[in-house]
């Protein structure tokens, strides 16, 4: 048996008596923490309502013409994939605490440059900011609440994490309804401080002290979090920290792990959930809303409530049955959101480019509103899925799965996967819509949506009510 292997199957956290620990400050810290993608879902919302107001902005303010308002929306995945990289390092060497406290800096630095900005490379350099943070934030807040959290509440708290996001979001939407561009990214500042300043007050993650040998410290952060500090156990005196190396990937703790992270980031970008995303506003135009721009606020309100009940259920349910469901209610919301494509689509055209609005548009005015009632349907279907199941889930097992020793660095590669498959997906489908048509496009992301139900089934093990340690275990086969 390997340092390693020592290091993971001891028992690191157990209280005495087998009692679970009840503290409630740990709900507080993983708050605290919480804020970090709060701030992480403010800054990808952030350029819905800021892009109109920046077009009607008077000189010296800068302008945005169709080229650069997609750069300014499409950079924060380029920054967040580096932030993922960076997060990953950040992780093993700085710590969990630190390392969420680091990233507050790039998130109130980015917005600081935005308010700032008088010419278009200003506004993209604070988007990059807050892009970096934003994967620094994506990678470490579920790790920090996961290695405080009791097994009890680890679903409920981890899934708090996509619950901010999509609250980070639904904010920015709401406050771009009052508040112009700069002063939105004012806004953008307030979250990442209250992180900063919580934080400072926040322990460092016991399981991590503990790998580090710190002792006394674990033991005063496991009173601070649970209210118990005796009967703890401490790993191996050999079992020291080591780096990740590659000659590790043979092990099936370690390789088991990284192909189920990897594989359920992937599915959930290839999902098209940002395309459809893309289309919410389209989609409540033909239906007649007097107000388009309210589809973003109740796509945010659906994705709010959903997670919400995501959150309230995860640790009664489990995370292979929330994924399985939500799966199959997102084949369903593809493949008729497919079919709203496919009937309005007109006679063939010389034209490889697809252009909604004209597409729709070839049909007659009524029932061009009923098959878009159809569309929103589908599409609200979808959000409400995709938020009970593969919006949370696959960042909370990201947390879960991973042994100490290469939490860092497969963590990393998780969170760079998510935003390299966003950037490609949503750059791409496009692309893939001239060739394939909507319709096409949609019932391949409900193909894809299939093959995720069906990786859960074969490979995502239940975690629920399982400490880390054991989690690891069962991929060791002990």
């Known amino acids: 048996m390997t340092p390693e292997d020592q290091e993971e199957t001891q028992p690191l956290l157990r209280p005495p008596g087998?009692?679970?620990?009840?503290?409630?400050?740990?709900?507080?810290?993983?708050?605290?923490?919480?804020?970090?993608?709060?701030?992480?879902?403010?800054?990808?919302?952030?350029?819905?309502?800021?892009?109109?107001?920046?077009?009607?902005?008077?000189p010296p303010a800068p302008h945005l013409d169709e080229d650069a308002a997609s750069w300014f929306g499409a950079i924060v995945t380029l920054g967040a994939a580096a932030?993922?990289?960076l997060g990953g390092w950040l992780l093993d060497r700085a710590g969990r605490k630190l390392s969420l406290v680091l990233c507050a800096l790039p998130f109130v630095a980015g917005f600081a440059v935005i308010t700032a900005a008088q010419n278009l490379w200003m506004l993209l350099g604070g988007r990059l900011l807050t892009?970096?943070?934003?994967?620094?934030?994506?990678?470490?807040?579920?790790?920090?609440?996961?290695?405080?959290?009791?097994?009890?509440?680890?679903?409920?708290?981890?899934?708090?994490?996509?619950?901010?996001?999509?609250?980070?979001?639904?904010?920015?939407?709401?406050?771009?309804?009052?508040?112009?561009?700069?002063?939105l990214a004012v806004l953008g500042c307030v979250p990442p401080s209250f992180m900063l300043l919580l934080m400072c007050f926040m322990p460092e993650t016991p399981r991590f002290l503990?790998?580090?040998?710190?002792?006394?410290?674990?033991m005063a952060a496991m009173q601070f979090l649970w209210g118990y500090a005796q009967g703890w156990e401490e790993p191996p005196l050999g079992a020291q920290h080591q780096?990740?190396?590659?000659?590790?990937?043979?092990?099936?703790?370690?390789?088991?792990?990284?192909?189920?992270?990897?594989?359920?980031?992937?599915?959930?970008?290839?999902?098209?959930?940002?395309?459809?995303?893309?289309?919410?506003?389209?989609?409540?135009?033909?239906?007649?809303?007097?107000?388009?721009?309210?589809?973003?606020?109740?796509?945010?309100v659906i994705q709010v409530l959903f997670t919400a009940t995501a959150a309230l259920i995860m640790d009664r349910a489990g995370r292979r049955l929330l994924l399985t469901l939500s799966g199959v209610v997102m084949v369903f919301s593809t493949s008729a959101f497919g079919a709203y494509f496919k009937?309005?689509?007109?006679?063939?055209?010389?034209?490889s480019h697809v252009d909604l609005p004209a597409l729709v548009s070839m049909e007659p005015a009524d029932t061009n509103v009923g098959l878009a009632w159809l569309a929103v349907g589908s599409m609200c279907l979808f959000i409400a899925g995709f938020a009970v199941g593969w919006g949370p889930i696959p960042w909370?097992?990201?947390?879960?799965?991973?042994?100490?020793?290469?939490k860092g660095v497969a963590t990393g590669v998780c969170v760079l996967t998510n935003w390299f498959m966003a950037f490609l997906v949503t750059k791409e489908f496009?692309?893939?819509?001239?060739?394939?048509?909507?319709?096409?496009?949609?019932?391949?992301?409900?193909?894809?949506?299939?093959?995720?139900v069906l990786f859960t089934l074969a490979c995502v093990p239940e975690t629920k009510g399982k400490t880390l340690e054991q989690i690891t275990a069962h991929f060791e086969g002990r």
């Open 131 to 183: 892009g970096l943070a934003c994967g620094i934030a994506s990678l470490v807040a579920p790790v920090y609440i996961s290695e405080i959290a009791y097994p009890e509440v680890r679903g409920l708290l981890g899934s708090c994490v996509q619950l901010m996001v999509v609250t980070g979001i639904l904010l920015a939407y709401l406050a771009g309804w009052v508040l112009e561009w700069r002063w």
């Open 343 to 351: 009937l309005t689509e007109g006679g063939p055209s010389n034209s």
């Open 243 to 300: 780096d990740f190396h590659m000659a590790q990937l043979r092990r099936p703790g370690v390789y088991k792990p990284f192909i189920i992270g990897i594989s359920l980031m992937a599915f959930q970008q290839l999902s098209a959930v940002n395309a459809v995303m893309f289309y919410a506003e389209t989609i409540f135009e033909e239906a007649k809303f007097k107000d388009s721009s309210l589809a973003s606020v109740v796509v945010g």
């Open 430 to 452: 496009s692309s893939l819509m001239e060739v394939l048509r909507p319709y096409g496009a949609f019932w391949l992301a409900s193909a894809f949506c299939i093959f995720g």
């Open 396 to 406: 909370l097992l990201m947390s879960e799965i991973f042994p100490l020793h290469v």
């Open 83 to 85: 932030g993922g990289v």
């Open 18 to 58: 087998g009692s679970a620990p009840r503290g409630r400050r740990v709900f507080l810290a993983a708050f605290a923490a919480a804020l970090g993608p709060l701030s992480f879902g403010f800054a990808l919302g952030y350029s819905s309502p800021a892009i109109p107001s920046l077009r009607r902005a008077a």
């Open 210 to 218: 503990l790998s580090q040998h710190k002792r006394q410290e674990a």
